[in-house]
Each structure stands twice: as C-alpha cells, then as structure tokens.
C-alpha cells in the first residue's frame, strides 16, 4: 500500500509554513548584499530544498515506490548532465556565439 | 475475503487487465512519474539555456533583473505554494472519502491559480507597455547591454512555458471538479486527482526555481 499515504492536515499545514518561511528566507538573503558567487549559490541551495520538500512530502515521494524515487533521481542526474556536457563547450570558447 | 465488506466495494474504475485496484493505481502513477521525468528535462533545457547565456553575459542579468519587480514574483510564489497545499489537501479529502471537501479545495486551487496568471497578465501588459518584448521585438531603450533582448527572450520562453502549464493545471482541475459532481472519485478510487496533483506539484516546483533566478539576482 505504498502509493496510499494519506498525511495529516496539520502535517501538510506544517510542509507549506515551511515552504513559505523558505520564500520569506530566499528574498530577505537578498536584503544583505552577500559577495558574488554566493548569493547565486544560497539562492539555489534555498530552491533545491524547497523543491526537495514538495517532492517528498507533498508528491509523496518519501512513502512512494523506490521505483519512482529512482526515476526522480535519473531525470535529475541526466539534467546535470546535460548541463556539464555543454558547458564544456560553451564556457571555453574563445568566441561566444557572435552576433547572438 | 468470503464476507462482503459492509459498505460494498465500488469497482467500476477497474480495468479487466489489472488485478485490483491498486496494481492500476501504482502502475498509473508510475506512468506520471514517467511523465514528470519528460517535464523536468523538458524545462531542462531551458534552464540550460538560462545558465549559458549567463556564464556569457553575468553583467547583463543583474542589470536586467531590475526590470523584473521581486515583490509580485514573491506574492505568485506564495499563491503557487497555497495552492500546490490545496492539492494536497483536495487529494487528502479524496482519500477519506470526503467529496465536498475535494471539491472546495479544488476550486480554491483554481482560484490561486487564477491569482497567479493575472499577476503574470499585468507583469506582461506593462513590459509590452516598455517595448520589452521577446527577440527581434524588443525596442526598449532603458537598459545599458547590447544584448538586453536575451534575457527577456530566455524570460519569455521560461515563465511563457510554465504559465501554458498553469492554464493546462486549470483545465483539468475543473475537469476534476465536474468528474467529483458526478461522484466518480471516492476512497478506492481517486487516481485522475492523484495524478493531476503530482502534475500540479511540478509546475509548483518550476516556479520555486524560476523566482530566484530571474527575480531575485538584482
């Protein structure tokens, strides 16, 4: 009966207040001036929590099939990737795309 | 097994081919996770595109993400968490049985949702106002970068994808309200709500990841 979860209101109040102190978080970050690269990486590091919550606990992923936790984890793992693959190309031209 | 339970078991949503009903229910959720790995590489490559052109013009988003105002991208931010939590609670009523609460809480999530896009239409409305429009369009003077036109093409593409998910979130929400009218949903079956809210959860997500990066690097 994995795919039966049924979750308590107050636990689904409690997954959005977290969600919503974490919106508050990410935009008061931003507030005071934090130096280069680590504000882009608080910023992320802020969303991949956020999103990892909605995943496990209002997708149900957490009580779900190690099936579909599995294909989560490889969508995730082929956008990465995808990702370092291009940039491998694209942050060591000398050029970038000319005229675009 | 040999005594009929006292509230006689509705199985009118079981197709012959599986064995009960949840053996369909886990193979039809696992074909929306299937799904839901298309949508997240879907989006992949526009969140690529994003991070290229940003390790190419770093300077130009900072600059052009003051267009963008981070209080209305906070508030619909806000409004899709409400209503990814109403979701889950019209998925919670479902499951108890509980078809009046399904339906409210649908409508609230189509409300928020609805929210939601008329924030996006005003935000839109007053760039197009500016002449800040997607590619070869764009005739906006008020930004010191060659390639203004970019962030706001890669801008357009994004939150125009997502918004198109939002529009298809609403339409089968109230798809679902009318399924619930006709009381096909009840505690052993409830999978199109199931699904529909794992769908919603995604385009929720999308949103999680596009706030930050286009709103708040200002």
Not at chain 1, 30 to 37: K, L
Request: hydrophobic content about 55%.
């Amino acid at each position: 009966m994995s795919g039966h979860h049924i979750s308590s209101a107050k636990f689904l109040w409690g997954v959005a207040l977290a969600l919503f102190v974490l919106t508050f978080i990410t935009v008061a970050v931003t507030w005071i001036q934090i130096p280069e690269p680590w504000n882009i990486v608080v910023a992320i590091a802020i969303a991949v929590v956020k999103a990892l919550i909605v995943v496990a606990f209002f997708m149900n992923l957490w009580w779900d099939s190690k099936f579909n936790v599995l294909l989560f984890i490889m969508s995730i793992a082929f956008f990465l990737l995808l990702i370092g693959i291009t940039l491998l190309d694209t942050l060591y031209r000398v050029d970038p795309v000319p005229s675009f | 097994m040999s005594q009929p339970s006292a509230t006689e078991e509705r199985l009118e949503h079981l197709k012959h081919y599986f064995i009960d009903s949840d053996q369909q229910f886990e193979a039809s959720k696992m074909g929306m996770w299937v799904f839901l790995v298309t949508e997240i590489l879907f989006f992949g490559g526009l969140f690529l595109a994003y991070i290229v052109y940003r390790a190419w013009y770093p300077e130009l988003y900072l600059l052009a993400s003051e267009e963008l105002h981070t209080f209305w991208g906070a508030v619909n931010t806000v409004v899709l968490i409400g209503s990814s939590l109403t979701v889950a609670m019209a998925i919670r009523s479902a499951q108890l049985n509980q078809i009046k609460g399904l339906i409210i809480n649908l409508w609230i999530t189509i409300g928020l949702a609805c929210v939601f896009m008329v924030i996006k239409y005003f935000e839109y409305a007053e760039k197009f106002g500016k002449g800040i429009l997607p590619g070869g369009y764009y005739t906006y003077e008020g930004i010191e970068h060659e390639q203004a036109n970019i962030f706001f093409s890669i801008y357009y593409m994004m939150t125009g994808l997502h918004g198109i998910h939002v529009l298809v979130g609403i339409g089968l929400m109230l798809w679902l309200v009318y399924k619930a009218k006709k009381k096909v949903f009840h505690s052993g079956y409830y999978t199109p709500v199931e699904i529909t809210g794992l769908y919603w959860h995604l385009v929720d997500i999308i949103w999680i990841f596009l706030f930050p990066l286009l709103y708040l690097i200002d």
